[in-house]
């Protein structure tokens, strides 16, 4: 069985997100290991009419980055996780995760995975790019939808 030394948690801030925490912050102290936490804020844009907005597209990432910053660290809080070991980043969610992962020496990265079906499945889901992408080992762990 692996030793992991480095984990990294994938959090996405939904309902379901506590049961991947409770299992990334079980792994962390049954491996004594070293927890870190991402979020990744998708760019989504906002041109819905060919105009461009940039400046209004600006402003509203800038605004999830810092929701989203605020947040993890209060999760972080939360769990006893060091905040430096917290990473707010923005683009791709399957890029941003693999990239952390490669640069800060993770062994274990741990996703949440909703185990769709039909058109969802066709089209991928995070947990299964991180998975193919990864440089170490993945867990993903269930989250049942209801």
Known sequence: MAVYTNIL??????????AVTRQ???????????????HVV???PMDLSNDLVLPQEMEIDL?????ATQRLQALAEKL????????????STRREIIHLARERDIDLIVVGSHGRE?????????ANAVLHGAPCDVLAIRIKDD
């Open 9 to 18: 948690l994938a959090v996405d801030f939904t309902p379901a997100m506590h």
């Open 24 to 38: 990334a912050t079980e792994l962390s102290r049954t491996f004594k290991a070293r927890l870190s936490m991402v």
């Open 42 to 44: 998708e760019f989504v």
């Open 63 to 67: 605004e999830l980055v810092e929701t």
């Open 80 to 91: 006893g996780v060091d905040k430096t070991a917290c990473y707010v980043s923005q683009g």
């Open 118 to 126: 039909g058109i969802q499945r066709l089209l991928g889901s995070t």
